[in-house]
C-alpha cells in the first residue's frame, strides 16, 4: 500500500515568517494529495488538496506544490498567523482509495 | 445534511471489556476510513471499507480488532477485550464514491482504557 513520510515533525516560526512542510509518497499511481489542518482536541479538517495533473495551487496565504516525478508535494503557508498553529497532516490516496496520512507536522507561530 | 457522525465521543472501558465506535458517513458517502490517533501523534490507518466490503485492513490489529459497515446503518469498529494500549482517539472519515474528493472526519470517539 502507499507510504507516506512527513517532514519535520515539528515547526516553530515567527509571526509573518513563511512555513514549509514536505512529503514524499511512494505509490506512482496516487493521483490526489489533500492536506488537513487538525487544532487541539478537534477533528482533522480539509485546508487544500491538489490533484496530480496540476503542479501547484494556491489559496489565498496556502499553496501546494506537486512533483510528480520525484512524488514529493509541499505545503507552503505565508505571512503566518498565531491561528496558523496545528497539527498539518498530508495524504495520498489512488482514485480516492486507500488515503494514507503522513505522520503529522506539529507548527507553531509565535507572535 | 449533517457530517460525519461519530459516536460515543468519550468511551470508558474496564481492561477485557469491548468498546464499540459507531461512524455514521456523511449521506451519499460510501467509503469510510478508520484511523487511530495516540496523544501527540499522527493518524494511523486501520481499515478502509466500502458498503459491505473490507476492502484493505491492513492497519488494523489481526486480533481484538473487526469493522463492518453493512447495506444499512452505521460502521461499527469493534475491540474484544481491550487492554490500556488500546487507549486512543479514534476517528473515522467519509468519502463518496466519486474519484478524487475531499474525505470527511467525524468528531472521533476518545476511548480509555482503565
Not at chain 1, 501546494?64 to 505565508?78: D, M, Q, W
Not at chain 2, 468519502?95 to 476511548?111: H, I, K, Y
Request: net charge positive; charged share 25%.
Amino acid at each position: 500500500g502507499e507510504n507516506v513520510e512527513q517532514h519535520p515533525s515539528t515547526l516553530s516560526v515567527q509571526e509573518g515568517d513563511s512555513a514549509v512542510i514536505k512529503c514524499t509518497y511512494s505509490d506512482s499511481a496516487s493521483n490526489y494529495f489533500p492536506w488537513y489542518k487538525q487544532e487541539l482536541g478537534k477533528r482533522p479538517q480539509l485546508i487544500i488538496d491538489i490533484r496530480s495533473n496540476v503542479g501547484e495551487k494556491k489559496d489565498q496565504r496556502i499553496a501546494v506544490t506537486l512533483n510528480k516525478t520525484a512524488k514529493h508535494f509541499s505545503l507552503h503557508i505565508t505571512e503566518t498567523q498565531p491561528e496558523d498553529s496545528a497539527v498539518y497532516f498530508c495524504a495520498a490516496s489512488r482514485n480516492n482509495n486507500d488515503m494514507r496520512f503522513g505522520a503529522g507536522t506539529r507548527l507553531t507561530v509565535k507572535p | 445534511n449533517a457530517g460525519v457522525m461519530q459516536n460515543p465521543r468519550h468511551l470508558v472501558r474496564r481492561r477485557g471489556q469491548e468498546a464499540r465506535l459507531r461512524c455514521s458517513p456523511m449521506k451519499g458517502h460510501s467509503h469510510v476510513y478508520w484511523y487511530r490517533q495516540l496523544p501527540e501523534e499522527g493518524l494511523k490507518f486501520m481499515v478502509y471499507l466500502q458498503k459491505e466490503n473490507i476492502i484493505d485492513e491492513s492497519g488494523m490489529p489481526k486480533e481484538r480488532f473487526s469493522a463492518e459497515f453493512p447495506k444499512e446503518g452505521p460502521s461499527i469498529l469493534r475491540i474484544q477485550q481491550v487492554v490500556r494500549g488500546d487507549s486512543a482517539a479514534y476517528f473515522c472519515a467519509s468519502s463518496p464514491q466519486a474519484t478524487n474528493t475531499e474525505a470527511f472526519f467525524g468528531q472521533g470517539t476518545r476511548l480509555t482504557v482503565v
